[in-house]
């Protein structure tokens, strides 16, 4: 049994604490993790003096796909 696995894509996103996203965008798997990670940083620049009560977290996910081969019996 062969099993693949292939990234697909990755999503950077800023969230507050109720877990309600304010900003996201999504990355091709080639994209720079740096260039992910400059785009969470300008949200929470933006954010965090506008709404000053408030806790925002930014975070990014991988979404990778599994193909497993399995052999006929």
Do not use: C, S
């Not at 260039?35 to 925002?56: G, H, I, K, Q, S």
Request: aromatic share 14%; net charge negative.
């Amino acid at each position: 049994m062969a099993v693949t696995t292939e990234e697909q894509k990755y999503e950077a996103y800023v969230a507050n604490k109720e877990g309600e996203w304010l900003t996201h965008a999504i990355f091709d798997p080639h994209a720079d993790i740096g260039d992910m990670w400059a785009f969470v940083d300008a949200a929470l620049a933006r954010l965090r003096p506008r709404y000053p009560n408030y806790t925002f977290t930014g975070n990014i996910r991988r979404y990778d796909q599994v193909i497993t081969d399995i052999a006929h019996p």
